[in-house]
C-alpha cells in the first residue's frame, strides 16, 4: 500500500512539473497598426489636394499610417501607370529574347551587338517583296501560323537570311496569330550550320564537358529554329549524327525547323539521308534566285 502511494504521488508530481512549462494565461497579440506606429491626421486635408478627373470625377486625398495627407491617383492614372510598366517589361523582355536568339543562347562570346542590332532590323516590312513575291508569301504565312518545317534555297544573295530572321522577329514581336484572333508570342533560336558546330566543338573540348549536350538540348526543345547555311559547313558523318538526332527529336515533337542553302540537291550530302527523310514530312520549299543584291549594294555605294 505504501510503494502504491509513493508511486501514484510520484505519478502527480510528474504530471505537475510538465504542466509548469505550458503558459497558464492568453498570449496578447499585437495589432498591425501599433507595430506600424500609425496617426490620426492632426489637421484637415490641405484644398490644394482635392482635384477632379474628368472620367473618374472629384478624387479625395488619402491619409497614410503617419498622419500626412496625400494627393490620391484616380482609376485612369492607375490603368496608365500599370500600362506603361507592362509595356517597359514587355520591351526588356523583346531585347532579352532578341539578344538570346541572335547569339546568346551560344554563350557570352557569340553575343555581337552591332550583328544584333542589323539582324533585328531584317523584318517583312524591310524586306522588298518585289524581288521575291512568291517566296516573301510563304514566309509571312509561316510567321502566321508557324507549321511542319521550311526550306529556303537558291542562289547568293537572295534574301535567304532576311527571311528567317523576319520570321523570328516578326513571332517575337508580334506573335502567331490563334484561332481567336488574339496574338502569343513565340521564342526562336537562330544559328548558321558552322556557327553551331564551332560553338559545339569548343564547348566539348572545354573542361565542363556536358556544355555541348546542353547546346543540343537547346535546339531540340526551342520552339522555333533556324539552321542558316546549311551548305556552309563541312559535312562529316558526326555531323550526320548531331542532324539526324536534332530533326528526329524536332520532328517527333511537331516543333518547325527552318533551313537554308545554297545547295537543295545536295542536301542530304550535308546533313545525311536520314535527316533529310525526317525533314521531308510537311516540308515548304521556298525557292530564291535572282540578282546579288548585295553585290547591288556595293555598287551603289561605290557610286555614291
Known amino acids: 500500500m505504501t510503494q502504491r502511494k509513493k508511486a501514484s504521488h510520484l505519478s502527480v508530481v510528474r504530471h505537475e512539473v510538465v504542466r509548469t512549462d505550458v503558459p497558464t494565461s492568453p498570449v496578447k497579440m499585437t495589432k498591425l497598426g501599433e507595430l506600424l506606429n500609425t496617426h490620426e491626421p492632426a489637421t484637415p486635408p490641405p484644398p490644394d489636394l482635392f482635384w477632379e478627373c ?20 484616380c482609376d485612369c ?33 557569340w553575343v555581337d551587338n552591332d550583328v544584333i542590332r542589323e539582324i533585328r532590323g531584317k523584318t517583312f516590312d524591310s524586306f522588298d517583296p518585289s524581288r521575291q513575291e512568291e517566296a516573301y508569301e510563304k514566309a509571312f504565312a509561316f510567321a502566321q501560323n508557324p507549321r511542319g518545317n521550311v526550306l529556303l534555297y537558291g542562289s547568293y544573295g537572295t534574301g535567304k537570311t532576311h527571311l528567317e ?89 511537331r516543333r518547325p525547323t527552318i533551313l537554308s542553302t545554297n545547295k537543295r540537291e545536295e542536301l542530304d550530302h550535308y546533313i545525311g539521308e536520314a535527316s533529310l527523310s525526317r525533314l521531308l514530312r510537311g516540308l515548304v520549299t521556298i525557292e530564291m534566285v535572282g540578282d546579288d543584291y548585295r553585290r547591288e549594294e556595293e555598287v551603289q555605294h561605290s557610286v555614291l
Open 54 to 73: 474628368e472620367v473618374c470625377g472629384p478624387i479625395a486625398p488619402c491619409a497614410l499610417p503617419t498622419g500626412r495627407w496625400i494627393r490620391r491617383s
Open 165 to 253: 530572321a523576319a520570321i523570328c522577329n516578326s513571332l517575337r514581336e508580334v506573335g502567331r496569330l490563334l484561332p481567336g484572333g488574339q496574338r502569343q508570342p513565340v521564342t526562336s533560336l537562330f544559328v548558321s550550320a558552322p556557327q553551331f558546330f564551332m560553338a559545339y566543338e569548343e564547348t566539348k573540348k572545354a573542361f565542363d564537358q556536358t556544355n555541348h549536350i546542353r547546346l543540343v538540348e537547346h535546339v531540340i526543345s526551342t520552339p522555333i529554329l533556324v539552321f542558316d547555311d546549311i551548305d556552309k559547313s563541312r559535312p562529316k558523318e558526326e555531323r550526320w549524327e548531331i542532324y539526324w538526332f536534332i530533326f528526329d527529336a524536332r520532328c517527333t515533337a
Open 77 to 109: 492614372q492607375r490603368k496608365a501607370r500599370e500600362a506603361r510598366e507592362q509595356a517597359e517589361m514587355q520591351a526588356m523582355w523583346q531585347r532579352e529574347q532578341c539578344v538570346r536568339t541572335f547569339g546568346g543562347w551560344l554563350g557570352n562570346k
